[in-house]
């Protein structure tokens, strides 16, 4: 009687060759092809990509309490620091690791656009990005200059913001769609006329001074603001006025109010 255990011979009387059961076959092919399985809580830890670390700099905290939720609500952007002004952004910048700094344009004691000058100097790989209700051109090419690399109005954030934070950390531009065009046309169109902008001729010392004049302050409180004499101040402000050509406190508002430096 035949063994059932062994296989049947062959007409040639060896053993007829083995088939591997589908099961074999499975866990032969697995150990070599298959990848790990995924978990039930989906990707790892150590495989997901970094978040982009924002500091956000608003001086209206119910602003910045709703870009806040635009921002954390994407798994990829992270708001690492907050800033009431331009100053304290510079402080959060020194002590926080951040990829990209949002910022409004209009804040007290330094601007979006001082600040953005300043985190530029201080953080060269740190992106920026201005967010502001002003549709203006003079803004956005001040904006540009002073560092940044997209400009997004506050009445569309919901719809922008996000596509423009990740625009910055591949290294694009990002305008807010319909200015994109005219403003170009117009930059261009004053290059080719060989127009000159004031833009250099104020030292920042002078800018930190005039929109602090601007701001109602006086040599007083302007000297210790910036921790330099009275005297200062005052040389400062006779500098301001010549150079600009202006009279008085007055005009020398009205010339901050259409550098960008202050509101009107």
């Known amino acids: 009687m035949s063994d059932p255990s062994l296989p049947e011979p062959s007409a040639s009387g060896r053993p ?3 088939t591997p059961t589908a099961s074999a076959a499975s866990a032969n ?21 970094a978040k982009i670390r924002i ?8 602003v910045r ?8 609500r994407e798994p990829d952007l992270e708001v690492v620091a907050e800033a009431g002004d331009g100053a304290e952004a510079i402080e959060m910048a020194r ?30 790989g740190l992106r920026i990005l201005m967010l502001t209700m002003h549709d203006n051109e003079q803004y956005l090419f001040q904006a540009l200059k002073s560092g940044a690399c997209g400009y997004v109005l506050k009445s569309v954030a919901d719809r922008d913001l996000v596509a423009a934070c990740r625009a910055a950390m ?29 833009d250099h001729i104020l030292t920042p010392r002078e800018e930190e001074v005039l929109k602090l004049v601007a701001e109602g302050h006086s040599s007083k409180e302007i000297a210790e603001i910036l921790f330099i004499s009275i005297k ?7 500098n301001l006025l010549q150079k600009l050509g ?17 509101e009107p």
Do not use: C
Not at 170 to 198: K, M
Not at 232 to 238: G, K, L, S
Not at 246 to 262: P, V
């Open 95 to 124: 002590t926080h690791e951040a990829d990209l700094a949002v910022l409004d344009i209009a804040m007290p004691r330094l601007t979006g656009l001082q600040a953005a000058r300043e985190l530029a100097a201080l953080k060269p």
């Open 232 to 238: 200062t101040v005052q040389r400062h402000r006779a």
């Open 170 to 198: 591949r290294d694009e531009p990002f305008l807010y769609p319909g200015a994109v065009t005219a403003l170009i046309r117009n930059y261009l169109d004053r290059v080719r006329h060989g127009e000159e902008t004031s």
């Open 16 to 18: 007829a060759a083995t």
């Open 55 to 62: 500091l956000l700099a608003d001086d209206h905290a119910l």
């Open 246 to 262: 202006l009279r008085d406190r007055l005009e020398l508002t009205r010339y901050a109010i259409r550098a960008g430096l202050i």
């Open 29 to 49: 092919s697995a150990s070599v092809t298959s990848a790990p399985a995924a978990s039930a809580y989906g990707p790892s830890q150590a495989s997901a990509p």
């Open 65 to 72: 309490r709703g870009v806040r939720l635009i921002l954390d």
